[in-house]
């Protein structure tokens, strides 16, 4: 039996959710940070040390995460109302209260929400492998998710700033976890209206462990998070430093708001760019091209110092076009993968490790840069010498540089010169091959 054809109302049911999801990770991973160090006087290195703590413990628990997921295929709107409440009241405690002294507290809420959070996005990314085979749908599948999960951060990201212009600084992050509230009760309704089908059946011969699902992994998956991870990790450093380097070195701290919408946007306006290219050229092709964009927007913003408002726009944006490639791909080329090699009742898994290189990617990135930074003599929100800020300046733009340029590299290596999977076509054709192999 075929699967229902996937429409513009039922992606909406599906992917709404990511609005609140992306809408809670924006603080969690972008200003938290800033919030405990600017509030609270955390050091960097302190604060670079508990998030590496934290962000291993987190990637370390998604195949656990992933694994009970294909275990409970049947159950994924349970699982996403429970992870998105707690997720909520983490989210709340974690910027309006501290019961235990501040270090602790930053702890113990983060591992909260990340956890939650992380259940909300594998679930998300299986029920995409489950809906369809059609390489091409699971590109629109991804890219409608990750579309709605822009929506969410141009909220997070306009909010903030939107409150503080009607209440006092104490105030904001109550509102805004009020409004995390509400959008995530929306999402979880939109999913409970979502008629799920044929494929999402689940067989009898789910993985038995997380190592059965570790080894499900063909090699090709393997390479695949190899370069995700690379990726991952030039994309997650700037996402650190972005607040300091507006901040502190361009001087446009009132405008922090305005510059991240540019990025999102541009993101979320290239998805349907990346689809076409990805059609007509493959989708190794058009990710690499993406790779290669950003180290042009990333080589920019190394040159740039005090009151270059409008090239650091131009900067997000032309980084934000390749972000939009860096969105819906990876999955997208995961889920041909997993269709290919015949490993639908292990998506949950095979996601979770798409989970787990990100987390370990901005582990990895904060335990890098923050420390870098205060051996520098660099301090948030005070004057600045200027050999911290040529170090904050190289570490926000040229170490991603060479992370694209090495992402783009292994693409080529591994995927477009071989042509190994270099194509949509080659993955439907090895995904029918190993269908009539076991027919």
């Known amino acids: 039996?075929?699967?229902?054809?996937?429409?513009?109302?039922?992606?909406?049911?599906?992917?709404?959710?990511?609005?609140?999801?992306?809408?809670?990770?924006?603080?969690?991973?972008?200003?938290?940070?800033?919030?405990?160090?600017?509030?609270?006087?955390?050091?960097?290195?302190?604060?670079?040390?508990?998030?590496?703590?934290?962000?291993?413990?987190?990637?370390?628990q998604d195949p656990l995460i992933g694994w009970l997921t294909d275990k409970l295929q049947n159950?994924?709107?349970?699982?996403?109302?429970?992870?998105?409440?707690?997720?909520?009241?983490?989210?709340?405690?974690?910027?309006?209260?501290?019961?235990?002294?501040?270090?602790?507290?930053?702890?113990?809420?983060?591992?909260?929400?990340?956890?939650?959070?992380?259940?909300?996005?594998?679930?998300?990314?299986?029920?995409?492998?489950?809906?369809?085979?059609?390489?091409?749908?699971?590109?629109?599948?991804?890219?409608?998710?990750?579309?709605?999960?822009?929506?969410?951060?141009?909220i997070a990201v306009s909010v903030p700033t939107l409150l503080s212009q009607w209440m006092a600084a104490d105030e904001v992050y109550r509102w805004y976890a009020g409004l995390l509230f509400l959008l995530m009760l929306a999402g979880i309704i939109c999913f409970s209206r979502l008629t799920l089908p044929p494929a999402t059946t689940v067989t009898s011969n789910t993985q038995s462990s997380p190592l059965t699902a570790i080894r499900a992994l063909p090699t090709e998956s393997w390479r695949l998070f190899v370069v995700y991870g690379v990726s991952m990790l030039a994309?997650?450093?700037?996402?650190?430093?972005?607040?300091?380097?507006?901040?502190?070195?361009?001087?446009?701290?009132?405008?922090?708001?305005?510059?991240?919408?540019?990025?999102?946007?541009?993101?979320?306006?290239?998805?349907?760019?990346?689809?076409?290219?990805?059609?007509?050229?493959?989708?190794?092709?058009?990710?690499?091209?993406?790779?290669?964009?950003?180290?042009?927007?990333?080589?920019?913003?190394?040159?740039?110092?005090?009151?270059?408002?409008?090239?650091?726009?131009?900067?997000?944006i032309v980084s934000g076009l390749a972000l939009g490639a860096d969105l819906t791909l990876p999955p997208s080329i995961l889920a041909d993968h997993i269709h290919a090699h015949a490993n639908r009742n292990c998506s949950g898994s095979h996601y979770a490790f798409l989970a787990f290189i990100s987390k370990a990617s901005l582990a990895l990135a904060s335990a890098i840069a923050l420390p870098i930074l205060d051996v520098a003599g660099f301090k948030p929100q005070a004057v600045n010498s200027e050999a911290a800020l040529a170090t904050l300046s190289a570490a926000y733009a040229l170490v991603p540089c060479v992370l694209k340029a090495g992402a783009a590299g292994l693409l080529y290596a591994f995927f477009i010169r071989s042509g190994s999977g270099g194509n949509n076509e080659n993955i439907q054709n090895h995904g029918h091959n190993r269908s009539s192999h076991h027919a």
């Open 75 to 154: 159950y994924f709107l349970l699982l996403l109302s429970i992870a998105g409440t707690i997720l909520c009241f983490s989210v709340f405690g974690l910027f309006n209260n501290h019961f235990f002294a501040p270090a602790i507290w930053f702890s113990l809420c983060m591992v909260v929400a990340v956890s939650a959070y992380s259940v909300l996005i594998i679930v998300l990314g299986a029920q995409a492998t489950l809906w369809t085979t059609d390489t091409n749908a699971q590109t629109r599948i991804a890219g409608a998710r990750e579309a709605f999960g822009i929506i969410g951060l141009v």
């Open 1 to 60: 039996m075929s699967a229902p054809a996937i429409t513009g109302k039922s992606l909406l049911q599906y992917g709404f959710i990511a609005v609140p999801v992306a809408f809670a990770g924006f603080p969690l991973y972008v200003l938290a940070p800033d919030f405990f160090a600017t509030r609270y006087g955390l050091s960097l290195t302190l604060l670079g040390t508990l998030l590496l703590v934290i962000r291993v413990f987190d990637a370390i």
């Open 235 to 316: 994309s997650s450093i700037p996402a650190i430093l972005v607040i300091f380097y507006v901040r502190d070195l361009i001087g446009a701290e009132q405008l922090t708001g305005l510059f991240l919408l540019l990025y999102f946007l541009s993101g979320a306006a290239a998805m349907p760019l990346w689809k076409k290219i990805s059609a007509r050229h493959g989708k190794y092709t058009a990710w690499c091209a993406a790779n290669i964009l950003a180290v042009a927007g990333f080589i920019c913003a190394f040159f740039l110092s005090a009151g270059d408002v409008w090239p650091y726009a131009l900067v997000c």
